[in-house]
């Protein structure tokens, strides 16, 4: 992977930024994103932020090497700390990152997000943690994606700043609202294989001592799994 040849999952990130937009990649690694929409006319400019030393300098030098300093601006910063009110910044990326790491990075740099119209998260893990957050902080799943790479599953979620909030169910929450209605094979194999884990779990506390704890922590996977079978029933109906 390099900035002229993205890896499948960050193709698909940048496939939902805006042609034109001013983009803040945080968490940039090499800068690969940010270069990568630059270079394609995507973005007419861009921040590259990266808390880690190392990180960071990677980044500022293949935004030297794609001559590229003019249009990308590469801080070392702590998450949204990176946007600055002057930089005009309308689009936000993150990606590669747990869903809760990205709800933190959002919740702590909220003030920064004024003008930004569109986020566009790429969680590892934990989707659903940045379902919850849109909906208590009013930004609305205009898109979402399920792909697979390197045997890995993933999703983009795309969040728009909205005046009218929608109410999700606890099965969009979990499972996705766009992706519920794509029922794609992939959305299939990775409900599945989480149910099936969590069937084992709830069968492996059967077996220890049944605190509070323990009862409260199997009741709410037994209903993670009911949510989950609900849905994929409807899929074969």
Partial sequence: MNAQQLSHRLTRVAYHVPKGAVVADIGSDHAYLPC????????????????????????????????????????????????????????VTIAGMGGPLICSILEQGKERLDGVERLILQPNVHAKSIRDWAAANDWVITEEEILKENEKIYEILVLEKTLSPVLLTQQQLLMGPELMKQKTEIFREKWIRESEQWKNIVASMEATAQTMEIIGKKQELIEKIQLVEEVLQRENS
């Fill in 36 to 91: 990568y929409l630059v270079l394609n006319g995507v973005a007419d400019k861009a921040v590259a932020g990266e808390v880690v030393k190392g990180p960071f300098e990677s980044a500022r030098k293949q935004v030297q090497q794609e001559g590229l300093t003019g249009q990308i601006d590469v801080r070392l910063a702590s998450g949204l700390d990176a946007i600055q009110p002057e930089d005009g910044i309308n689009a």
